[in-house]
């Protein structure tokens, strides 16, 4: 899983942290007690200041690519089939539109349903959250893999809502607690130095965080056909009885 995330993230990293030289404000901590009138300083010590829309877009962005491919790996691990880094790549990048058009589709539905009173957006994050396992395990279309995923979860709408809210504070937890080295780096060196630091620890808390949201809900899928489909009991049988799954 670490393979799979430095390919996907690696590059785009260094790219975040190289445009937001400019973003931290307009001088370091020496230039600042030196002439504070004459630094712009931003108020949060973000390392991305005005770039933090095209940051949040590249999360999003990363979020569904990697979800494939590490839903790919966690659930043959489960299936029984070990899944390497490269075939879970090429997987990806195989079904690379099926992911695009899925995006696109599940965003505008939650535009709109944050646009009607907020919940409905809630509701279409929820139910459309297994989107990426069931893509990468049942290898469907986008809209397909969209109506699975809402079937699922309606399942066990609360179980899984309640689930993602952890996921939600434990990734902004560990978010912010790795964001602090490069916001100091960025005030201390200033931003023309530190944005290698920046770019590091984007990285790092990328490999850290995607994996373990997603293989977090490629389990919640999992689970949910092992208790609703029965899939446990028919991976079991294959096991007991190949002859006969294989004639058939």
Do not use: C
Not at 117 to 131: K, N, Y
Not at 145 to 158: D, E, I, P, T, Y
Not at 218 to 228: E, W
């Amino acid at each position: 899983m670490v393979s799979i995330m430095m390919a996907l993230v690696v590059p785009g990293s260094l790219l975040q942290g190289w445009a937001s030289r400019s973003g931290s404000g307009s001088g370091s901590a020496e230039e600042y007690f030196a002439d504070p009138l004459s630094v712009q300083l931003s108020g949060s010590l973000s390392p991305f200041g005005d770039g933090a829309a095209l940051t949040y877009l590249a999360d999003w962005v990363l979020v569904a690519v990697a979800g494939v491919p590490i839903a790919r790996v966690v659930g043959g691990w489960l299936l029984g089939t070990d899944v390497t880094a490269a075939a879970a790549l090429r997987f990806t990048a195989k079904r690379w539109w099926v992911i695009a058009v899925a995006f696109v589709l599940i965003h505008i539905v939650e535009a709109i349903g944050f646009m009607l009173m907020i919940f409905p957006g809630v509701a279409a994050i929820v139910l459309f959250s297994l989107t990426s396992p069931v893509m990468a395990l049942e290898e469907l279309g986008p809209v397909k893999a969209m109506q699975r995923s809402s079937r699922l979860v309606r399942r066990s709408f609360s179980k899984v809502l309640g689930l993602m809210v952890l996921l939600a504070l434990v990734s902004i937890g560990i978010s912010l607690t790795l964001g602090t080295l490069p916001s100091i780096g960025a005030f201390v060196l200033g931003p023309e130095r530190a944005w290698p630091l920046i770019s590091v620890a984007r990285a790092v808390t990328s490999i850290v965080l995607v994996p373990f949201t997603t293989a977090a809900m490629t389990l919640v899928y999992l689970d949910l056909r092992f208790r609703t489909e029965g899939l446990d009991l028919q991976l079991r049988a294959n096991d007991l009885f190949p002859d006969e799954v294989t004639s058939a």
